[in-house]
């Protein structure tokens, strides 16, 4: 028995750093990615302008442009005259967002950019990029599913590790939209291998319900100190030190955690589910598991639809420096681990249809408070409330998924969880897209009151999660006094009777 607990805490440990890992690889480009895309294409607009503005009569190779990747600055080098007003040699004229390229808007600083055409076509580039990984995560999922009900959860958590060192390498070199762009798709493919493995790992070796929704509390505490850490260590880093240097750290960190997976979890071996496990078309067709489901997207894509458009909306309205970029994130952040953790435990007692209903109308309402902000201090509050208010819907959903397979279907959950996953997905997929979209047609105001009334209007659904009904073949199982599953999932005693058990049902 002791040495069962010490191998599920070392499978919780592992889940833990996997989607820490994961989620700051997810988060740290989103204070790096827009001003980095804006300075290339400004820089691409500045070398044009230059050239027009050349006469033909000058000498080829008078000017050169460099363009610095490490302080994002496109200098313009004159190696001879200039048509009547002469540089002398050697003399570099500096162009970059904080100088004469951008125009300062209502504000005196200089990192303030101009709220031009170009600026706003950032959003939908921005958008799409950020988007491609949770589709292609998407797309993987209903695959990784079934294949670690046939090859068991270990094999592809360690392919999800080698995939996301491959992509972290791409991140740290690649300097065009099209590698970037590759790099995140291919992030999507290890996430969907980590997260649904992950997922299905703890919900198979923690049994009971109660115990389930905690190791999952604190899984999700991982995933929200990757959120946490990403953004603000993404924006110093980018500003003092450059792009390439938070990726190559997450690259060492994702080796060693290669390392505990192969040490700990012996990846080759094979261990399929001693049962077969309800094919995924079941499992859509439920409402109660497409009422979880729902929850966790529309709740996701609030702080999805956030992340590429706050930023650029910041960078029009607030003339922010680079670091607090990120650093407007941290609020959220914060909360939502706080929020995952105090309702990893309280969400099973207070009834988890309950808190993801209040979850769902906190999230609406703070969402829509995110406008009304003049700076960077106006954003703390709505970003506290979005990150909390989410952290109660993931904490109770999470383990509810799990539950309403061991009721309704059979309780074999790579599947359940790649739908889980695939509804996480939805959010960040559909939220960055036509977030970013839906910011540059009628503005970052109206995107986010659209997904704050959708928050709000779906929260009643969250009530039909009060009491699920059993199959009845199910029910039966679990009604037996001499059955194990539900000694182990369901019940502290032995000897439960069937009216203490519908208790325990309305609790959800």
């Known amino acids: 028995m002791r040495e069962e607990r010490q191998s599920r805490k070392l499978t919780l440990v592992i889940v833990f750093i996997a989607l820490l890992l994961d989620n700051m690889l997810l988060t740290v480009v ?95 580039k921005v958008g799409l990029l950020f988007a491609s990984k949770a589709t292609v995560q998407l797309i993987t999922n209903p695959f990784i599913g079934p294949l670690t009900n046939r090859i068991g959860y270990q094999i592809p958590m360690f392919a999800g590790f080698c995939i996301m060192f491959l992509s972290t390498i791409m991140f740290a070199f690649s300097s065009s939209y099209t590698l970037l762009f590759l790099a995140r798709s291919l992030q999507g493919v290890g996430s969907s291998c980590s997260s649904v493995a992950g997922m299905g790992m703890l919900a198979s070796v923690y049994t009971d319900d109660e115990e389930r929704g905690n190791a999952i ?48 979890l012996q990846p080759s071996k094979v261990e399929p589910e001693s049962q077969k496990g309800s094919s995924i078309w079941s499992l859509i067709k439920d409402p109660y598991i497409l009422i979880a489901a729902g929850s966790i997207c529309f709740a996701n894509m609030a702080i999805a639809m956030l992340e590429p458009a706050l930023p650029i909306w910041m960078m029009e309205t607030m003339c922010p420096r680079k670091w607090q970029l990120g650093v407007a994130f941290v609020p959220a952040s914060i909360s939502y681990l706080i929020g995952t953790n105090i309702f990893g435990v309280l969400a099973h007692k207070m009834g988890r249809w309950l808190c993801s209903l209040i979850g769902m109308v906190l999230v609406g309402v703070s969402i829509l408070c995110v406008p009304f902000a003049k700076d960077i201090y106006g954003l703390i509050l709505p970003n506290f409330g979005v990150g909390f208010a989410i952290g109660m819907v993931d904490s109770s959903m999470m383990p509810i998924m799990g539950y309403l397979v061991d009721l309704r279907h059979v309780s074999v959950y790579g599947t359940v969880y790649a739908i889980a996953d695939v ?49 009845e073949e199910k029910m039966a199982i679990l009604m037996d006094s001499n059955c194990s599953m539900k000694t182990r999932s369901y019940s502290t005693q032995g000897n439960t009777e069937y009216e203490e058990m519908e208790t325990e049902y309305d609790e959800y």
């Open 30 to 124: 989103v204070p790096i990615i827009p001003s980095y895309l804006y300075t290339i294409d400004d820089a691409a607009a500045n070398m044009a302008k230059n050239h027009t503005m050349v006469s033909p009569h000058t000498p080829s190779g008078t000017f050169q442009t460099i363009v610095s990747l490490y302080d994002n600055s496109v200098r313009v080098t004159s190696g001879g005259p200039m048509d009547s007003t002469p540089i002398p040699l050697g003399q570099t004229q500096a162009v970059s967002p904080s100088t004469s390229a951008l125009t300062p808007h209502n504000s005196t600083q200089p990192d303030c950019p101009k709220a031009d055409d170009q600026l706003l076509n950032e959003n939908v």
């Open 217 to 264: 509390g604190i899984a999700l505490g991982g995933l929200a100190m990757g959120v946490l850490v990403g953004p603000p260590f993404g924006s110093v880093m980018y500003e003092f030190v450059g792009k390439t240097a938070p990726f190559l750290i997450l690259a060492v960190l994702a080796v060693l955690d290669g390392a505990l997976q192969l040490f700990i």
């Open 423 to 471: 509804a996480f997905c939805m959010g960040f997929a559909l939220g960055p897209s036509a977030g970013g979209a839906i910011a540059k047609s009628i503005g970052f105001p109206w995107l986010m009151t659209i997904i704050g009334i959708v928050d709000i209007l779906f929260a009643p659904l969250c009530y039909f999660l009060r009491s699920p009904p059993g199959r």
